[in-house]
């Protein structure tokens, strides 16, 4: 059973599995090649990066040389299972799990720099299943605390929370300058907020149509548009520029999962829970 997407690189695709196991199959043919078998699940999505694979699973987090199909490095210390796809960012990697913490690692020996949580022991009020927004100096939060959290990158101490204003839970994006972060409120609407400065600072929002809204899909930044998807199938694409609503549209009747973008030629892919794949193009 599969609930992560497929890492992909030249020769292989990696297909982390809920039945406990790594699965490397030929790109070309299909054929699978190999195959790792885990102590837990993997309902993560892997990061790959230089052909080595960051992969969060059951109370780990691993890298793989993904061409000889083998680990370089594990890091155990966690106490739940890793959900959300890792950030890697220089010699970084960011990533959450459902143990209440937030954790940077050193991509190339999975040494810990720093880990944080809120000061709370209960592990549905992790950053489990959000995509971090990194920065040069900065690493940009949301959570099911609804509170948007700025931590300093080199250290991890606190900057700043925003508690009140947005009910914001999973759903995070940026801007490909980096300047801003873009997240998904309970209400369905889309704030963008400055990742500059000692403060938070919201630049702007905008009402998705949404209504009530739940789903942790990641907000996009692309051709001067703002994509976010809702739990019931619909799209909502925002003028970045303009800080409008452009347009809804009705995807499907499930929940978006997320969304690539195609940097060459500008389009975005995205999928549905209930299978549908879609190929976005914005004139």
Request: net charge neutral; proline share 3%; charged share 25%.
């Amino acid at each position: 059973m599969l609930f992560s997407r497929p890492a992909v690189a030249d020769k292989y695709v990696v297909l982390p599995t809920a039945d406990k196991r790594l699965v490397w199959l030929n790109k070309k043919n299909g054929k699978q090649v190999y195959q790792y078998k885990a102590a837990g699940p993997y309902v993560a999505d892997g990061v790959v990066t230089a052909d080595v694979l960051y992969q969060g699973g059951y109370k780990t987090f691993q890298a793989w040389d993904i061409n000889k199909r083998r680990m370089l490095w594990h890091y155990d210390s966690i106490n739940n299972y890793c959900q959300a796809e890792p950030v890697v960012d220089g010699t970084d990697v960011v990533f959450g799990a459902w143990d209440t913490y937030l954790r940077v690692l050193n991509r190339y020996d999975g040494s810990l720099r720093w880990k944080w949580n809120n000061g709370k022991n209960v592990n549905l009020y992790s950053p489990g299943n959000v995509v971090p927004v990194v920065t040069d100096d900065k690493v940009i939060i949301v959570a099911p605390d609804r509170v948007t959290t700025a931590l300093d990158r080199r250290d991890g101490h606190q900057i700043w929370r925003e508690k009140n204003q947005n009910k914001v839970r999973e759903s995070l994006g940026e801007s490909v300058d980096r300047k801003t972060a873009y997240a998904k409120t309970m209400d369905g609407y889309l704030v963008a907020m400055s990742t500059q400065g000692d403060s938070f600072k919201e630049l702007w929002q905008a009402d998705g149509n949404f209504g009530y809204e739940h789903a942790p899909c990641i907000v996009v930044e692309s051709g001067g548009y703002v994509l976010m998807g809702s739990r019931r199938g619909m799209l909502a694409v925002f003028d970045a520029g303009t800080h409008q609503l452009k347009f809804n549209y009705k995807l499907g009747s499930s929940e978006v999962n997320g969304f690539d973008i195609d940097r060459t030629t500008g389009d975005i892919y995205c999928s549905l829970i209930e299978g549908a794949i879609y190929r976005i193009h914005i004139d």
